[in-house]
């Protein structure tokens, strides 16, 4: 139940607040905060909001049209512990002078997304992002003129089994070798184990946590909830981690391919739509036990999977997770169970309550508004346009495909390669974004541009390290 201004105040006032953090997106992903005294916290704050300089934050305004404002949503607040000060932190959106949201704001393109999901289809789009990172003890990096390289340590590693460590009582995990492994090897146990009780008294429920496949790799799975409120999830989510990790001395990464050879870090999302009571995926006689308008957001998963990708992928480095011989997907396919998927239905939960699928390709670089907003706007895509996964050659395919015949393998379309593959497939392909003014020709181009700019050709003219071992000696 959201509350209301006066309650926000008396909260405020009853828990002894001094603080109050304003926290908002930019369009790549990264929160930003303003902070004001509790003394200019009243009940304009929520309706006037807090002026700020747009320009300053990657993705939007010009430096000559600024001025914007933030607006608060009394329904994030939550007490934010890593202060000194006793603080309310409250996730914002961003408007123009006059009060409009700004199209841009990610938050606003969610709701935009909830909005059209309303008015084409009845119920609600849930989500289930599934955050994986690694929690290092030492992350070293530099990049400059004459030299580029990164060091990366944890006492988890396999690599450190003959460290002098006074005593090594050697409790390494072998390479590629931790999933759900237990203490003492996983030295993150008691770690997650607090920060699952600070997530959930933020309000967020948590399915489970373990230690995942790689040295020091640990996965936090949530339940469902709806667009925004999944999305803010994840932003929260990922301020508690890394805060917790910062105060253990150690650093929480949420980079894809962090390690060579190692496992990477997705962000799985499971996703369904539901009537208030069952899941419209569910068909007991379906497919895996999925409807036909599951199948049909497959399908249009799928046959926009390269686009949305430049969304759910959106890093340089989310490319190379996303190669062959480990769990991440390199086709667009579907499948029960199937782990290579780029579409895989769970059989371990088929029931009429949480029937459902999961999308595989999303990692945490992601901005995630636009991220679920993409993959729901595709999904809405397939059922309006009844899609045919298994027509469109999507499968479903119930063996790695790695063991088909490479004929029949190549006939199975692929995911892209490059960040630059998916942006170009995103200039291609986007109009199902447009519907219901969701996504904007103005954000898609800002965005194609900015990642090109900032992300794509300054990687492409940089040597890399691994270049001079291959030809500094021709």
């Not at 603080?19 to 309706?47: A, N, Y």
């Not at 002098?164 to 070798?177: D, H, I, R, V």
């Not at 003492?184 to 230690?211: C, M, Q, W």
């Not at 497919?287 to 992928?313: C, D, E, R, V, W």
Request: glycine share 6%.
């Amino acid at each position: 139940m959201v509350p209301t201004k006066e309650e926000i105040l008396k909260f405020v006032k009853d828990q002894g607040v001094e603080m109050v953090d304003c926290k908002v997106i930019d369009l790549i992903g990264r929160w930003h905060h303003v902070t004001i005294p509790v003394s200019q916290l009243s009940e304009s704050t929520f309706t006037d909001g807090i002026g700020i300089d747009a320009s300053s934050y990657p993705g939007y305004k010009k430096v000559t049209a600024g001025d914007m404002k933030i607006i608060p949503d009394i329904s994030t607040c939550i007490i934010d512990c890593f202060p000194d000060l006793r603080t309310l932190s409250i996730i914002c959106d961003i408007c123009e002078p006059d009060g409009t949201p700004y199209l841009r704001y990610p938050r606003n393109v969610a709701r935009r997304a909830e909005q059209y999901m309303a008015s084409t289809h009845k119920g609600v789009a849930l989500f289930s992002p599934e955050l994986e990172f690694y929690v290092f003890d030492e992350i070293r990096y530099i990049s400059e003129t004459n030299q580029s390289s990164y060091y990366i340590d944890s006492t988890e590693a396999f690599w450190n089994t003959g460290r002098q460590e006074n005593p090594n009582l050697g409790y390494k995990f072998p390479s590629q070798a931790g999933y759900h492994g237990i203490p003492p090897a996983d030295s993150t146990f008691n770690l997650r184990s607090k920060l699952i009780k600070l997530i959930e008294e933020s309000g967020i429920p948590v399915k489970y946590h373990h230690h995942e496949v790689g040295a020091a790799q640990v996965e936090i799975e949530v339940l469902h909830d709806t667009l925004i409120r999944s999305a803010d999830a994840v932003m929260l989510m990922k301020y508690l981690i890394k805060n917790i990790a910062c105060q253990s001395r150690k650093v929480a990464t949420f980079m894809p391919k962090p390690l060579y050879q190692e496992a990477g870090n997705g962000m799985h999302v499971h996703q369904y739509l539901s009537d208030g009571k069952i899941s419209l995926f569910y068909d007991k006689n379906g497919y895996a036990g999925l409807s036909q308008l599951a199948l049909n957001y497959i399908g249009g998963l799928l046959k926009h999977g390269p686009a949305i990708l430049a969304f759910t992928s959106p890093s340089t480095n989310s490319y190379k997770r996303l190669i062959p011989g480990y769990e991440a997907p390199v086709n667009l396919f579907y499948a029960a169970a199937n782990r290579t998927a780029a579409v895989r239905i769970p059989m371990y939960d088929v029931n009429k309550q949480r029937a459902r699928i999961e999308f595989r390709p999303p990692d945490a670089t992601c901005n995630p508004y636009l991220a679920l907003s993409a993959m729901l706007m595709a999904g809405l895509d397939g059922i309006e346009n009844r899609i045919d996964p298994a027509a469109e050659g999507f499968g479903p395919f119930e063996i790695n495909i790695a063991e088909m015949p490479e004929q029949q393998r190549a006939s199975i379309k692929a995911l892209p390669s490059s960040l630059q593959d998916a942006l170009n497939a995103l200039r291609d392909d986007h109009d199902f974004l447009l519907k219901g003014n969701v996504f904007t020709e103005d954000l898609i181009d800002a965005w194609i541009e900015y990642k090109m700019r900032k992300e794509v050709n300054p990687l492409r003219a940089r040597p890399h390290p691994y270049e001079f071992e291959l030809y500094s000696d021709i």
